[in-house]
């Protein structure tokens, strides 16, 4: 659902980014609509990341991984494919994140 949002929302930044010259200057414009199109994209992107992130790492939890793997997401090109491969199994051993740490 979040990336039919997302698609949506590009969908809308790109249509309100006509390109428009003026005049002499041969460096074009955004039109008035990317402005309003790149907001909506910011405040969508600020409401969703930390639930994107938690959810990531209760997948790594469930397959028996540390949440610091996320940071493999870091790595240019390679890294959300490792994540993408590590969070799609599941291990009966990963319930151990599950327990409360003070018990």
């Known amino acids: 659902m979040a990336g039919i949002v997302s698609f949506i929302l590009n969908i809308v930044a790109n249509a309100g980014a006509a390109m428009r010259s003026s005049g002499l200057s041969s460096s074009p414009q955004l039109g008035p609509g990317a402005a309003f199109g790149l907001i ?17 790492v209760r997948r790594l939890h469930d397959s028996n991984k540390s949440g610091w793997m996320i940071l493999l997401g870091l790595i240019p090109c390679a890294g959300p494919i490792f994540l993408l491969v590590f969070t799609l199994g599941s291990a009966p051993a990963g319930q151990r994140f599950d327990q409360p740490a003070g018990y």
């Open 40 to 56: 909506l994209v910011v405040i969508w992107a600020l409401a969703t990341i930390v639930p994107s992130l938690t959810l990531t």
